[in-house]
């Protein structure tokens, strides 16, 4: 953490002479009490702090900046989470340069890059530009981000594993239709270092690539997707088990019935021993998790009157380990323009019905529920408000043990904030839970943010 802080000192300093520099710092302090039945009472009070630095103009030509995101947590109570009670981290600080033609942009540090495949995080360098032909290249190389091991598996596997990363992007954009991209990204080339007779049974280097598209023909008409594909060699983890190569199917449409309809639908399809091992953060994932996972949705948005939106949707999702379940309901909103007021409500069904039973030896309840919600939030000047309510009724009710006699959960949430004009930005929320699992409690939130700006020399 010390050489991190002097590495910020440093980058700091040397963005004194910039042209227009902006700075965003946002405080978040929480408190809860826990009294979970059976477990010892426990009060918290993590402290959050996170801060952001954009700096442009460092060159002559205006075209070098510099950015910078990072945060930092300390309990003030009990300890929140396994790590320790004070963690941090920077997620990003890069330099980067825009040629000024053909939308050339070169990165240098930590960022992230964003393509077809996923997101990746890396401590390096990306280069983009725009070619002929409509088309559009990038590339980028470095050390992959290992972050701080909240899953409990072995960091030291991890980092061997995860050597270099690399990859890489080509998109077409025809006129007037979109853009169809195909990318490739490789983390790590090594193998595990653990050898017999207790050899690792989790591979952290991935080889993925992808197709990815979004297009829109027309203005009543609009798809997005891609399909990710594990090319990386694979041992079934079992001897019946089929590994497929596709990790990942991800699609929507959309179509605009005029001006005041619109009908969407959705589809979603992950084979997770490949899409764990395709995880942008493998290090927080589970890599043994197995199974498949489907889901298709539809949607249907009207607006009646002016200020009126009436949604309606259904979900269907079905896992290979756990069973089927649809989600099906609708959502009302209505907003008071010259009040800045705006409020709805919504209820859905979820049908859990066909949950599989995880052990046969014990009884099994369906975890079929209602969901109703109330929401409202205001703005006048400075000042914002909302309030949030929301309730489950389980279909098992008392009968489910796991509920502890109780078959419905609650909890309702109120928010107040006040934006001055110096840039700073005061908020809290209340929060408070009943809940059968973990009983009543009740959450504060402290949210303090500022920004400001440096102008460079003879500006404003």
Not at 40 to 48: G, I, L
Not at 390 to 398: D, K, S
Not at 418 to 443: C, M, R
Request: net charge neutral; glycine share 12%.
């Amino acid at each position: 953490m010390k050489r991190r802080l002097a590495l910020l000192a440093t980058l700091i300093a040397g963005t004194a002479v910039a042209a227009d520099v902006s700075v965003s710092t946002t405080t978040i302090a929480q408190h809860w009490k826990s009294q979970i039945p059976g477990f010892s009472d426990a009060s918290y009070t993590p402290a959050t702090e996170f801060l952001g630095l954009d700096a442009t103009g460092l060159d002559a030509q205006g075209r070098l900046s510099f950015h910078f995101y990072g945060w930092g947590m300390a309990d003030l109570g009990d300890q929140s989470y396994i790590g320790g009670k004070t963690t941090g981290d920077f997620t990003s600080g890069y330099l980067q340069y825009d040629y000024g033609q053909a939308n050339a942009q070169l990165k240098a540090g930590r960022f992230t890059i964003t393509q077809g495949a996923g997101n990746e995080q890396v401590d390096g360098a990306a280069f983009r530009t725009d070619l002929r032909y409509n088309l559009v290249a990038s590339v980028f190389a470095g050390m992959p981000v290992i972050f701080h091991n909240y899953s409990g598996n072995d960091q030291h596997e991890i980092g061997s594993q995860r050597n270099v990363i690399f990859g890489g992007r080509l998109a077409w954009r025809p006129s007037a239709l979109g853009e169809i991209g195909v990318d490739y990204t490789q983390d790590g080339t090594s193998p595990s270092t653990q050898t017999a007779p207790t050899p690792t049974s989790i591979v952290y280097t991935r080889r993925l690539t992808g197709v990815d598209m979004k297009l829109a023909p027309c203005a009543w008409f609009d798809f997005t997707g891609r399909t990710v594909f594990d090319v990386a060699p694979k041992v079934a983890p079992t001897t019946t088990q089929t590994v497929s190569g596709v990790a990942e199917h991800d699609y929507n449409a959309t179509f605009k019935l005029g001006e005041k309809l619109s009908l969407g639908g959705s589809f979603v399809e992950r084979n997770f021993f490949a899409y764990y091992a395709g995880s942008t953060l493998p290090s927080i994932f589970n890599q043994n998790e197995q199974g498949a996972f489907k889901a298709t949705g539809a949607r249907a948005i009207w607006l009646p009157i002016a200020g009126l939106q009436l949604t309606g949707d259904v979900r269907r999702t079905n896992r290979d380990n756990y069973g089927t379940a649809t989600r099906a309901g609708g959502d009302a909103r209505y907003t008071w323009a010259d009040a800045h007021v705006t409020a709805g409500a919504g209820y859905h069904q979820v049908n859990a019905f066909s949950t599989a039973a995880l052990d046969p030896s014990v009884p099994s309840y369906t975890l079929s529920h209602a969901e109703e919600r109330v929401w409202a939030m205001a703005e006048r000047g400075a000042l914002s408000a909302s309030l949030d309510m929301l309730r489950f009724h389980y279909t098992a009710g008392e009968a489910d043990p796991n509920l502890n006699g109780k078959s419905t959960e609650s909890a309702i949430t109120g928010s107040l904030g006040y934006k001055a004009k110096n840039g700073v930005k005061v908020s809290g929320d209340l929060t408070y839970e009943d809940s059968p699992t973990i009983g009543k409690q009740t959450v504060a939130l402290a949210r303090v943010e500022y920004r400001f700006g440096l102008a460079g020399k003879g500006e404003k």
